[in-house]
């Protein structure tokens, strides 16, 4: 099969297309034919080595939809030709990925298997970080950096669905329009505003109860100065570049916040809680409740374009590879 390999850690060239063995299905696993694969921030933070994989080379990637083409011993959850998709296992910029069964998610109809590839990874951190890592309730005010991002698309229509106000922040008025599509009640340019006193000023001088942080470095100190006491930091990743250390006697000076940096893999570390939360995200997507943004789809070879435009702030939705 074809698949993408990263010999060495380092920029989008260290993506190369070749010829490998196909991967046969082991105890509890299954081989799926991928018919898309999804292009996530995380995939970067893999290539350039800020996030560790134990050993070189490796195939990157960790979404992906298709069908089912072998299963091995004891697997139960799904059967050779169920279209199916799945999020947070390694290995799928490539023409076959195998995962363990446990993982699969079978694509209902009326949702195609390109469709399932872009939801499953970026739809589901919204799911995770509007329902439980900080559950809205109508009346919250919440910020939504990076709106018109692939999470961020996705974020601020799930937090209007829970009735919050959202408040959107995005680099360019193109991207402004797109955050404003996605449900924004209100957008703030952080290239050129300071969102903290913009977002104060919108909210009648408060803070707001949450800020759902992709962005990191250069967002997270405005950030904390602009939370209402006893608000929630969820800083969920670092597009600008890691958040340095941290004293945590600053959240006591701020007003008795609260920081948590979360990971989809602990809110879907179990079967029923990734069935509930990729069945709501599938169902509000046939429901027509959510809509997903597919910015563009690209051959698997062009990978290293496809981290090019999404680290270069080109992309405003999901970036898929078509094998
Ligand atoms: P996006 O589509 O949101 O792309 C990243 C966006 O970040 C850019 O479009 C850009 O929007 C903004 N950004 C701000 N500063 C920079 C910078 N210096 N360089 C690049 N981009 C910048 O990506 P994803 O939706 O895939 O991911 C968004 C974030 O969510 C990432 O940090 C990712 O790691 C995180 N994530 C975390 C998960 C978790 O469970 N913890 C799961 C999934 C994603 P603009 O131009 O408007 O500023």
Redesign the pocket.
Do not use: D, H, I, W
């Given at each position: 099969m074809k698949a993408i390999r990263i010999h060495s850690l380092g920029g989008p060239e260290v993506l190369k297309l070749e010829e490998i063995p196909d991967p046969q299905p082991g105890e509890g696993q299954a081989v799926v034919r991928v018919e898309a694969a999804g292009v996530?921030?995380?995939d970067v933070y893999f290539r350039t080595g800020l996030y560790k994989m134990p050993a070189l080379p490796f195939i990157p990637g960790q979404e992906a939809a298709g069908t089912v083409v072998a299963v091995g011993p004891g697997v139960t959850e799904v059967a050779v030709g169920d279209r199916a998709a799945y999020t947070g296992i390694q290995g799928t910029y490539a023409e076959l990925a195998v995962a363990p069964a446990a993982r699969l998610v079978k694509i209902p109809a009326g949702i195609t298997t390109r469709q399932a590839a872009a939801a499953m990874?970026?739809g589901i951190?919204a799911h995770y970080l509007a329902t439980s890592t900080y559950p809205l309730q109508p009346g919250d005010v919440c910020i939504v950096h990076?709106a018109?991002?692939?999470?961020?698309q996705l974020l601020c229509q799930i937090a209007k669905l829970r009735g919050a106000r959202v408040f959107g922040t995005?680099?360019?008025e193109a991207?402004a329009r797109i955050a404003r599509e996605a449900g924004a009640d209100e957008v703030i340019l952080y290239s050129q505003q300071d969102f903290s006193a913009e977002a104060k000023r919108l909210n009648g001088g408060k803070g707001v109860q949450v800020i759902y942080d992709?962005?990191?470095r250069?967002t997270f100190d405005k950030g904390l100065d602009t939370l209402a006491p006893r608000g929630l930091m969820a800083l969920?990743?670092?597009?600008?570049g890691p958040v340095p250390p941290f004293d945590p006697s600053i959240l006591n000076q701020k007003g008795s916040l609260y920081l948590t940096r979360?990971?989809?893999g602990h809110y879907i570390a179990d079967r029923d809680e990734l069935m509930w939360r990729a069945g709501e995200v599938l169902g509000w997507i046939a429901e027509g409740k959510l809509r997903l943004s597919i910015d563009r789809e690209m051959p698997l070879a062009q990978a290293a374009d496809a981290h090019r435009a999404?680290?270069g702030?080109e992309?405003t939705g999901k970036v898929l590879l078509i094998p």
């Open positions: 996530n921030y995380v990874l970026q951190t990076a018109a991002g692939g999470v961020g995005v680099s360019t991207k992709g962005v990191g250069t969920f990743g670092q597009a600008s979360p990971s989809m999404l680290e702030r992309t």
